[in-house]
């Protein structure tokens, strides 16, 4: 495996890349593989519902899944999950409905700060 090497300062050459082409198709084919995997079709089905890449899709990965790097898996076209989507992962179910139970409280709380009108005294001062 090629090591980079810092550039000399007098060089204005690039550092040598990293992965080789053979090493970077085969991450493509992975990745692309394991968006097969573990995106559903349904899920699939709504991005291509959402072109304006505003679908959100939260992933709760078990065990060695946590490794997986969801935003970079691959469509057939080599296109990354995050380009498509936002992309958020949570640890447990319960962090997950803990989170969206806290969102869900603190918009019905803006959402009432809004509706409720604004009372402004306005003292009239007589010279």
């Known amino acids: 495996?090629?090591?980079?090497?810092?550039p000399t300062p007098a060089s204005n050459q690039p550092p040598p890349k990293l992965t080789?082409?053979?090493?970077?198709?085969?991450t493509k084919a992975t990745?692309?593989?394991?968006?097969?995997?573990?995106?559903p079709d349904s899920v699939e089905?709504?991005?291509v519902g959402h072109p304006d890449?505003?679908?959100?899709?939260?992933?709760?990965p078990h065990k060695a899944l946590h490794l997986v790097p969801f935003a970079s898996l691959l469509d057939s076209q080599g296109t990354p999950l995050l380009a498509q989507c936002a992309v958020s992962c949570?640890?447990?179910?319960?962090?997950?409905?803990?989170?969206l139970e806290r969102h869900q409280k603190q918009a019905e709380v803006n959402k009432s700060r809004?509706?409720?009108p604004q009372h402004h005294s306005s003292a009239a001062s007589a010279d």
Do not use: G
């Open 31 to 39: 990745l692309s593989r394991l968006r097969s995997v573990l995106v």
């Open 20 to 26: 080789s082409a053979p090493e970077l198709e085969r």
């Open 45 to 47: 089905q709504l991005l």
């Open 90 to 99: 949570a640890p447990s179910l319960h962090v997950l409905q803990t989170c």
């Open 114 to 116: 809004q509706q409720k």
């Open 1 to 6: 495996t090629p090591v980079a090497q810092p």
């Open 53 to 60: 890449n505003d679908a959100n899709v939260v992933f709760v």
